[in-house]
């Protein structure tokens, strides 16, 4: 069974830092494109950034040069490193591989 599991959210000053991890079990991750999206309340889910099948990264216009996104394939999960956060960044933040999510880990930004 195909199982995500976002972790690494919290609350977090303006201009602060967080890694987001996203642990995938059942299947590895490499060879497929794997995504992070993210959901901020009353708004429709996004896209932030995605490794794809040959180990490409791409963001969205919104987080280059802000966010950074890396696999970690030994323990078969995927990092999302944020730095200069903004209060437009929080949102639930969630893992997508094929047709699996994860249930998310939220991210707060606010003094």
């Known amino acids: 069974q195909v199982q995500l599991v976002e972790s690494g959210g919290g609350l977090v000053q303006p201009g602060g830092s967080l890694r987001l991890t996203c642990a995938v079990s059942?299947?590895?991750?490499?060879?497929?494109?794997i995504s992070w999206y993210r959901q901020a309340p009353g708004k429709e889910r996004e896209f932030v950034a995605r490794?794809?099948?040959?180990?490409?990264?791409g963001y969205a216009d919104f987080v280059k040069g802000r966010f950074t996104m890396s696999g970690d394939y030994r323990n078969n999960a995927v990092l999302l490193q944020m730095n200069n956060l903004i209060p437009e960044d929080t949102a639930v933040y969630y893992c997508?591989?094929?047709?699996?999510w994860g249930k998310g880990t939220l991210v707060t930004v606010a003094s």
């Open positions: 059942g299947i590895l991750f490499w060879g497929s494109t």
């Open positions: 997508k591989l094929m047709d699996y």
């Open positions: 490794i794809d099948g040959r180990g490409k990264v």
